[in-house]
Nanobody, 121 residues
Framework: QVQVEESGGGLVQAGGSLRLSCAAS????????RSWYRQAPGKQRELVAA???????NYADSVKGRFTISRDPAKNTVYLQMNSLKLEDTAVYYC???????????????WGQGTLVTVSS
């Protein structure tokens, strides 16, 4: 089984910064892709950023130039550095790992529990 633990959310003023972390743990798996999603009140969950094992990253237009996704493969950890935060960035942020079992070779998506980011004026 794969467990995922997120951390780093909180309350920040507009223009401030936060860094989210998410670590996957367990046995017999390889992480093949990592991403961050968010869900604001009354809205659908949306992709914020994703990064491949090769380090290629892509971002939602709304966060380009402000957010940076990175990874530490040795720790099976993905980060989201969020700068110049805006009120509209307020949401619950979820990390997502696409993992492959080294036993069955099947792919599985695993999600973090979500961490609340609140940006105040």
């Amino acid at each position: 089984q794969v467990q995922v633990e997120e951390s780093g959310g909180g309350l920040v003023q507009a223009g401030g910064s936060l860094r989210l972390s998410c670590a996957a743990s367990g046995t017999d798996f390889i992480v093949t892709a990592r991403s961050w999603y968010r869900q604001a009140p009354g809205k659908q969950r949306e992709l914020v950023a994703a990064i491949t094992s090769g380090g290629f990253a892509n971002y939602a237009d709304s966060v380009k130039g402000r957010f940076t996704i990175s990874r530490d493969p040795a720790k099976n950890t993905v980060y989201l550095q969020m700068n110049s935060l805006k009120l509209e960035d307020t949401a619950v942020y979820y990390c997502n790992f696409d993992v492959r079992s080294t036993q069955t070779y099947r792919h599985l998506e695993v999600w973090g529990q979500g961490t609340l980011v609140t940006v105040s004026s």
